[in-house]
């Protein structure tokens, strides 16, 4: 079956600018987290989704992010008046129950100039 | 203090030995942990999962989980070169959120 599907895989996009990353978990799969990872660092946990609510944003670093799953499937992160530090690979990945272990998409790597 | 403590490496081992990679964590709470391998410029898969004391073994691979010191550890046998990667450890504390160790990479020499 289809795993973990990100969207776009690269982005890059200007200082100030507002982007959209999308997520496509895996069929079924009710837990749905967001991450960044920064080169020579592991995964650096930011949201995660129980069904169609966030059940923990403790993760956001900031008011400029925020991420929404209207239909308990698709993910969106979304990133306002983005900063050069926002540079990072962000990934995705799903379980099926909030405790199971999880499955993680390709990655978006975004580039802020 | 971070929740999952790795050592960096880099740890080397020839093709064939036993590497062995340790994590250590915080939250005594944690219940489940996990180790997964990540190929430089891919994403991370899992090789393993582990809840309860003692070792779990899969293949070439075992995970050891010792609650009362709070660490747990991956040993791979026989070693291949196709096994060079960064294997990160993580942990589920009671809420649910995953805490990842910056990740050990391991160099596997043919």
Same mark, same amino acid.
Request: hydrophobic share 30%.
């Given at each position: ?31 749905? #987290?967001?991450?960044?990872?920064? $080169? ?36 969106? $992160? ?10 990072? &690979? #962000? ?5 099926? $129950? ?11 790597? $975004?580039? &802020?100039? | =203090? ?8 880099? *740890? ?18 944690? =219940? ?5 391998? =990540? ?6 898969? *899992? ?22 010191? =709070? ?16 294997? *990160? ?22």
């Amino acid at each position: 079956g289809a795993g973990v599907s990100q969207t776009p895989s690269n982005k890059v996009t200007e200082k100030g600018k507002y982007v959209e990353l999308r997520c496509d978990p895996i069929s079924g799969h009710t837990a749905l #987290y967001w991450y960044r990872q920064s $080169l020579g660092q592991g995964p650096e946990f930011l949201i995660y989704f129980q069904g169609t609510g966030a059940a923990d944003d403790s993760g956001l670093p900031n008011d400029r992010f925020f991420a929404v799953r209207p239909e308990g499937s698709v993910s969106t $992160l979304k990133i306002q008046r983005t900063e050069r530090g926002d540079s990072a &690979v #962000y990934l995705c990945a799903s379980s099926l $129950l909030a405790a199971n272990e999880q499955f993680f998409g390709p990655g978006t790597r $975004l580039t &802020v100039l | =203090q971070k929740e999952v403590e790795q050592n960096s490496g880099p *740890l080397s081992v020839p093709e064939g030995a036993i590497a062995s990679l340790n994590c250590t964590y915080s939250d005594r709470g944690s =219940q489940s942990f996990f180790w997964y391998r =990540q190929y430089s410029g891919k994403s991370p898969e *899992l090789i393993m999962f582990i809840y309860s004391n003692g070792d779990k073994e899969d293949g070439r691979f075992t995970a050891q989980l010792n609650k009362a010191s =709070q660490y747990v550890s991956l040993l791979i046998r026989d070693s291949q070169p196709s096994d060079s990667a960064t294997y *990160l450890c993580a942990g589920m504390n009671t809420g649910n959120q995953f805490y990842f160790g910056t990740g050990t990479s391991l160099t596997v020499i043919p």
